[in-house]
């Protein structure tokens, strides 16, 4: 599967779950098209989207023991370094 259509898969499911859990609506319409009584538009729908796609994710790093270790030596050469 190509990264970018990933992404973009996890995009729309994360406007799913806004438009459910925040704002208590079914949005999946707005997607592709307005309806005369739904309370989004489709401007609207990406306009929130493109705020959500600016958003940088944290991601969390897991060292392993080796890891941690060679990092430890260097985060305290440089702390050495720096006291010299």
């Known amino acids: 599967m190509d990264p970018e259509q990933f992404r973009m898969d996890a995009m729309f ?11 208590g609506l079914t949005i999946q319409c707005a997607q ?6 739904d309370p989004l538009t489709q401007k609207e729908y990406y306009r929130i989207f493109a705020f959500l796609n600016n958003d940088h994710e944290a991601n ?25």
């Open 60 to 84: 969390v790093t897991v060292y392993t023991a080796e890891e941690q270790k060679k990092r430890a030596d260097v985060l305290g050469k440089i702390v050495k370094s720096k006291t010299r």
């Open 13 to 23: 499911d994360r406007m799913d779950a806004v438009g459910k859990g925040v704002l």
């Open 32 to 37: 592709c098209h307005d309806h005369k009584f």
